[in-house]
């Protein structure tokens, strides 16, 4: 099969891989319709986060090809979504209902796994990783929110779940890519009132704005931090999205973060501290990490095919396979929020 494959940093190219096959009774093999690229994969590519050399990419959705025996809940022919962790459902941290920190999974797209970037994917325990879409004939702007489940969108939710929004909040989103856009859809669905989206893209603001941000503010550092303290009457913010792993958007989060708040972190932490006198002295929490998306999907779906969410509005450039990697230089660029690519057709 044809897949994205990782040289090292800045060498992504398209090459051949040994097409999956059933290594275990709980596997299902899955023809790939649409992938993209993740924020997390332009970290590889720039060479400050390792990864394996081989197969890249862990969010994409497509059809069910093969099962194996042990396998109940799905069958040749199913729409699934595939969280971008695989998991047994099973074990103590399954239990407790933190899937991405399953003691017998791990990622797609790495260490040998193969990754939602190439034609087709082997995935362990099929029944408790993947989700099976309802209907048939779905729209392409649904297809593209349903790939939005894979990753960005619970990445946001659980941001927003993290850091405890409840109705009525004033919230505000630290980070303007695909996963902070996401949360602001979001905080409006777990009933904020007031979300500020922390912004200096055109294009971006007007969709944060579109997912539901009534305030957009441009400054930064110690600027953002009193701009958005006068905004709130000196208090702060109910709730910090933290969606970026920066040092300067971990201190901005903690510094407008009202006293008792959470900080709900899911950046992928560069050099990113913790001010703790601001924990202890302010009162402030920190919460988030590697969402559990096995988890969120299931009630994200009903929204998604109910046309109340969106997400799959982060996608503004799509290719195939063959432009893969202008679809990492397009992000990096900042040509684009998201790169989705379509791999094959059909639902």
């Known amino acids: ?13 398209v090459g051949e891989r040994p097409d999956p096959r059933l290594e275990t009774p709980t596997d299902a ?33 497509g059809v069910v090809e093969q099962v194996g025996a042990d396998v109940t809940t799905l069958r040749p022919g199913d729409l699934v979504v595939a969280p971008f962790t695989y998991c047994d459902g099973t074990c103590a941290n399954c239990a407790a209902g933190w899937t991405g920190n399953c003691l017998h999974g791990g990622s ?28 048939g004939g779905h729209s392409d702007t649904t297809l593209k929110s349903l790939l939005a489940l894979s990753d960005v ?16 909040a004033t919230v505000a989103v ?19 009132d007031r979300i500020i989206a922390l912004s200096r893209n055109p294009t971006r603001q007007a969709l944060a ?16 931090t009193k701009l958005i303290m006068d905004m709130t009457g000196g208090l702060g913010v109910d709730a910090a999205l933290e969606c970026v792993g920066t040092g300067q958007s971990m201190a901005t989060a903690f510094s407008i973060a009202r006293v008792g708040s959470i900080v709900g972190a899911i950046g ?12 202890i002295f302010r009162n402030v929490g920190l919460r988030g990490g590697v969402a559990p998306a096995r988890r969120y999907i299931p009630e994200l779906l009903d929204d ?40 094959s057709a059909g639902q």
């Open 29 to 61: 093999v899955v023809r790939v319709t649409l992938g993209c690229v993740c924020g997390s994969d332009l970290w590889y590519y720039r060479g400050v986060n390792p990864h394996a050399l081989g197969p890249i990419g862990h969010e994409f959705i």
């Open 268 to 279: 992928v932490p560069h050099d990113s501290v913790v001010p703790i006198d601001t924990v």
């Open 209 to 224: 704005r579109e997912f539901g941000a009534t305030d957009i503010v441009i400054e930064r550092g110690d600027d953002v």
């Open 174 to 192: 630290v980070g303007d890519g695909a996963v902070g856009l996401c949360a602001v859809i979001a905080a409006k669905r777990l009933g904020a």
């Open 304 to 343: 998604v095919l109910a046309g109340r969410v969106n997400p799959g509005l982060v996608f503004d450039y799509e290719t195939d396979l063959d432009g893969i990697a202008d679809a990492y230089t397009a992000m990096i660029e900042r040509r684009a929020t998201k790169s989705l690519v379509r791999i």
């Open 108 to 135: 797609f797209g790495n260490h040998g796994i193969d990754g939602g970037q190439g034609e087709f994917v082997r995935v362990p325990y099929a029944d408790a990783t993947l989700v099976k879409v309802p209907g």
């Open 1 to 13: 099969m044809r897949a994205t494959l990782f040289g090292g940093p800045g060498d992504i190219t």
């Open 153 to 168: 969108m619970c990445t946001g939710h659980h941001a927003a779940v993290s850091a405890g929004i409840e109705p009525g």
